[in-house]
């Protein structure tokens, strides 16, 4: 099964700051990573697909990058409803494992 | 209005069964794929299983393969997903999520808004 790992588990911020959350594969999937959002006691959210593939309706503040082992999540300029936490998924190859998550939460 | 609504968690015994289902609407549930992702207590997410739109395809996660079972009705618009020998580590959120018209794997687009398994004796 293809590993993912993202950092860090946890950041803290303050509204209008930039946070850049990372995801890596433990091999190669070419650009088929997803991105969700999940806030506490409700389902995931899609955000982006195919690493940089902005989800209808989504923000455009999101940003997402990167191919092969190595991806990022760019929130440029955070927002109250940001508060979450995001996990990255892998689309490549069954199972679609997730990443562990990274917490945004409020400085 | 795109919607998945699950049913059928509660609290079951260690060893016990229990069929989850998922009922979607506002879309052409046969011509998409589905998959069922879990969330326990404090945790991340796992993706558990997937189906086909025709049920010709499936795919189970290593860690429940032989004890759950996911399947479709599309005469119904619905999703399941049997669960035989429940074990306490199975105690989570469940999810049901809808996937492409062709592609088999993610993204998942739409997700219910979960139901709570509970295995403990």
């Known amino acids: 099964d293809i590993q993912m790992t993202q950092s860090p588990s946890s950041v803290s911020a303050s509204v209008g700051d930039r946070v850049t959350i990372t995801c890596r594969s433990s091999?190669?999937?070419?650009?088929?990573l997803v991105w969700y959002q999940q806030k506490p006691g409700k389902a995931p959210k899609l955000l982006m697909y195919?690493?940089?593939n902005l989800q209808g309706g989504v923000p455009s503040r999101f940003s997402g990058s990167g191919s092969g082992t190595d991806f990022t999540l760019t929130i440029t300029s955070l927002q109250p409803e940001d508060f979450a936490t995001y996990y990255c998924?892998?689309?490549?190859?069954?199972?679609?494992?997730f990443g562990p998550g990274t917490k945004v939460d409020i400085k | 209005q795109l919607q998945l609504v699950e049913s059928g968690g509660g609290v079951v015994r260690p060893g016990r069964s229990l069929r989850l289902s998922c009922a979607a609407s506002?879309?052409?549930?046969?011509?998409?794929?589905m998959h069922w992702v879990r969330q326990a207590p404090g945790k991340g997410l796992e993706w558990l299983a997937f189906?086909?739109?025709?049920?010709?395809?499936?795919y189970t996660a290593d860690s429940v393969k032989g004890r759950f079972t996911i399947s479709r009705d599309n005469s119904k618009n619905t999703l399941f997903l049997q669960m035989d020998t429940l074990k306490p580590e199975d105690t989570a959120v469940y999810y049901c999520?809808?996937?492409?018209?062709?592609?088999?794997?993610?993204?998942?687009?739409?997700w219910g808004q979960g139901t709570v398994v509970t295995v403990s004796s």
């Open positions: 999520a809808r996937g492409g018209v062709t592609m088999l794997l993610p993204p998942l687009d739409i």
């Open positions: 506002g879309f052409v549930f046969r011509t998409y794929t």
């Open positions: 189906i086909s739109d025709d049920s010709a395809k499936k």
């Open positions: 091999q190669g999937i070419g650009t088929w």
């Open positions: 195919s690493a940089s």
């Open positions: 998924q892998q689309a490549n190859t069954f199972p679609p494992t």
